[in-house]
């Protein structure tokens, strides 16, 4: 209880709001580098993972590479964007780029490959041409899972970002990592109740974010799928 009430303490004291060091200020190099690589990593991956999924190739080759690029550790990246490019925020930028990438082409992939076939036909038959039944038919269609593949990048981004205090960067994780340095464990713990705080409200935004891109027939179709499943359930 010692340790919460510490923890307690120091969110209260108000020299931990304000200035450089501020919690302001180290939420807002967090948020800015998170985003920053998620947005990079989506740009790249997205349309790799739609156009794959869309045609049906190369599909087995990209979710291998995908899945090579989750085993590398982000550390490991971390260490070698160093050595190449030296302090800044460009070698944090490559790492979590890198992490924030394979799960969205997995699952972007995966989303547009999961498309029923009779419905890509319906479509054609209705006088759809191909870039018209991707973007009003497959992609309203994938977009569950293509938010799901965002919001795991996004969540491990975030927690991941605490590692730019290695290599002097900013976010939440110079409190983790001074805090160790300094031995001050109240700081490190606040810190990471902070990670822990902002990767939370990321997985609740993007999950409200994709509550709005979902078709509303698709809702309504998965509300009506969990009733029944409830139904049975207690039968």
Same mark, same amino acid.
Request: aromatic letters at 6%; proline letters at 5%.
């Given at each position: ?7 307690? $303490? ?17 939420? =807002? ?5 998170? =985003? ?6 989506? *740009?790249?991956? #997205?349309?790799?993972?739609?156009? !794959?999924?869309?045609?049906? $190739?190369?599909?087995? #080759? ?24 030296? !302090?800044?925020? &460009? ?7 890198? &992490? @924030? ?19 890509? %036909?319906?479509? $054609? ?13 497959? *992609?309203? &269609? ?9 919001? +795991? ?9 605490? *590692? ?16 160790? =340095?300094?031995?001050?464990? +109240? ?10 705080? *902002?990767?939370? =409200?990321? %997985? ?5 974010? %994709?509550? !709005? &891109?979902?078709?509303?027939?698709? /809702?309504?179709? /998965? ?5 029944? @499943?409830? +139904?049975?359930?207690?039968?």
């Amino acid at each position: 209880m010692s340790v919460l009430s510490n923890v307690a $303490r120091w969110f209260a004291d108000p020299t931990h709001w304000s200035g450089p060091d501020g919690i302001p200020q180290r939420l =807002a190099e967090h948020v800015q580098i998170s =985003a920053e690589s998620v947005a990079i990593g989506a *740009l790249i991956a #997205l349309p790799i993972g739609i156009a !794959l999924g869309h045609y049906g $190739r190369f599909g087995n #080759l990209a979710i291998n590479i995908s899945n090579v690029g989750r085993a590398l550790p982000s550390f490991g990246v971390l260490v070698i964007a160093f050595q190449v490019f030296g !302090l800044g925020s &460009l070698p944090i930028l490559v790492a979590l780029v890198a &992490l @924030a990438i394979p799960p969205m082409i997995t699952n972007s992939y995966v989303g547009l490959r999961e498309v029923d076939a009779d419905v890509k %036909e319906a479509a $054609r038959g209705m006088g759809y041409r191909e870039l018209a039944r991707l973007v009003r038919v497959e *992609l309203p &269609l994938a977009v569950p899972l293509v938010m799901a593949g965002i919001r +795991t990048s996004a969540v491990q981004v975030v927690a991941t970002a605490t *590692l730019a205090a290695l290599i002097a960067g900013g976010g939440f994780g110079r409190y983790v990592i001074d805090g160790f =340095a300094q031995q001050d464990y +109240t700081k490190l713990f606040a810190g990471a109740v902070l990670v822990a705080l *902002l990767a939370m =409200a990321t %997985e609740l935004s993007l999950s409200a974010v %994709e509550r !709005l &891109l979902v078709p509303r027939g698709i /809702r309504l179709q /998965r509300t009506a799928g969990a009733q029944r @499943a409830t +139904t049975f359930k207690t039968a």
